[in-house]
């Protein structure tokens, strides 16, 4: 590998973008391919298949390494259940960020080594960007704070969504939702109540069913 | 993609931007049960200090000491670890996997 390559594949996770190497096992030579122009490269299925899987593979000598951008979780409301949340999320590999405007909750001694912030999502979100790499769950149980994040999600091809709350919040939750415009197809992506249900007790379960979801989303688009 | 990739890489280019010399290894192929997905690297430097997995521990002193000769070679080269294989008795996979890994010299 030459260390333009090794860069270009830093950069490329740098800014988020997905990229292919293409390694021939026999001589060696390399190629980095960005998933804008796969669709153009002569092993185009392969690579869009490789990159919406996320699976690495070889075929007839070719080696094909999918470097996706890194997992990112935005956790809106800097809650009990965001703490358990937050070391499993993180094993998983995602990149964390914290948003909650009630600046008594995200602080970093609550948080340390995540990315806080105490300002309204609908001022956050715009400037981190949701993409298929990420994943959003509002936990606040409060409206005013969970439902800007909730039409920005929606709005966007994040991979999951997901919201605190009894079946009778989720009810009540859809019904705004729809009530400002969003097809019934819309909130049907907001997962509610959060989590698959292995009837999960106190928050550090709760977040093992909420990550389980999560996961499954990811791996089966389900 | 192991969710520690990039750490791998970046230590690679931390060790190269050191002036150490450095090789990558690769799993490319798996058959049968394997521990560490296709995709998963190991970096090793020339003093033979290493990061990441390709097998969780299992064939990771073999591939160190392959990387080491493609460090000072050149040359990449693409190898088999598993039960079939005559070296499993030292170094094959305890899942009775088998995995192909490609050791290439970063330059």
Known sequence: ?222 | MAASDHTILEQAARWLGEGRKVALATVVETWGSAPQPVGSQLAIDAEGNFIGSVSGGCVEGAVVTEALDVISSGAPRLMQFGVADETAWKVGLACGGRIAVYVEPVT
């Open chain 1, 1 to 222: 590998m030459r260390r333009q390559v090794l860069d270009g594949l830093l950069e490329a996770r740098a800014q988020r973008r997905a990229v292919a190497l293409i390694t021939d096992l026999a001589s060696g030579a390399q190629r980095l391919v960005p998933r804008s122009e796969a669709a153009r490269d002569a092993l185009a299925d392969r690579l869009e298949e490789a990159f919406r899987f996320d699976q690495s593979s070889s075929h007839d000598g070719q080696f094909i390494n999918v470097h996706n951008p890194p997992l990112r979780l935005v956790i809106i409301g800097a809650v009990h259940i965001a703490q358990s949340v937050i070391p499993i999320a993180q094993q998983l590999g995602y990149d964390i960020t914290v948003i909650d405007p009630r600046g008594a909750f995200a602080t970093g001694a609550r948080f340390p080594g995540v990315m806080l912030h105490d300002e309204w999502p609908d001022e956050v979100i715009p400037t981190i960007g949701l993409d298929p790499r990420t994943a959003l769950i509002a936990l606040t149980h409060d409206p005013k704070i969970d439902d800007p994040a909730l039409k920005l999600a929606l709005a966007s091809d994040v991979f999951y969504i997901g919201a605190l709350g009894s079946r009778k919040t989720q009810g009540s939750r859809v019904a705004r939702l729809r009530e400002t415009g969003f097809a019934e197809a819309d909130v049907t992506r907001i997962r509610g109540p959060i989590g698959l249900d292995i009837g999960a007790r106190g928050a550090p379960e709760i977040a093992v069913s909420i990550m389980a979801e999560m996961t499954r989303a990811l791996r089966l688009g389900a």
